[in-house]
């Protein structure tokens, strides 16, 4: 796959949105759900974070979103290892796959609650992580 800068810049920002409170193991595993979006779907990991209502951070409505925008647009900053966090797992310098090649993740407070998207009830847990609960299909 090819890294484009724009890849690593986009899906720094959606670490940032998704998992800024989040253990650095965390944060290092929303940005492996990325990765392993975008080579499943032989796609750039910007394409996977930009779709529509895949990550959250991005959607109009969600409070991270004004954020985001204003980094893009250059007034603001967000800190840099953000950046680092997306260019080392996108370009395979995070050799451990800590969430074993799941393309999804959530809260656990929403997957261990009656609201759990039907979506997610044919996908299997690999690993739970600070606040995320990492799924991936069944085999």
Same mark, same amino acid.
């Given at each position: ?5 724009? @890849? ?53 409505? @969600? ?13 603001? @900053? ?21 969430? @074993? ?39």
């Amino acid at each position: 796959m090819v890294i484009r800068p724009i @890849d690593i810049k986009i899906t720094g920002l959606t670490v940032y949105g998704e998992a800024r409170g989040e253990p650095h193991e965390g944060q290092i595993a929303v940005a492996q759900v990325i990765r392993n979006r975008a080579l499943a779907n032989n796609t750039y990991p910007a394409v996977e974070c930009l779709r529509p209502y895949q990550f959250s951070c991005w959607n109009k409505n @969600d409070p991270n979103y004004p954020i985001l925008q204003a980094v893009l647009r250059g007034e603001r @900053d967000i800190p840099s290892i953000f950046y680092r966090i997306a260019d080392n797992v996108l370009n395979g310098r995070v050799l451990l796959d800590e969430v @074993d090649g799941a393309r999804y993740y959530m809260t656990k407070s929403l997957y261990y609650s009656n609201k759990r998207p039907s979506w997610a009830n044919k996908l299997r847990v690999v690993a739970e992580i600070g606040n995320h609960v990492f799924l991936t299909e069944e085999e």
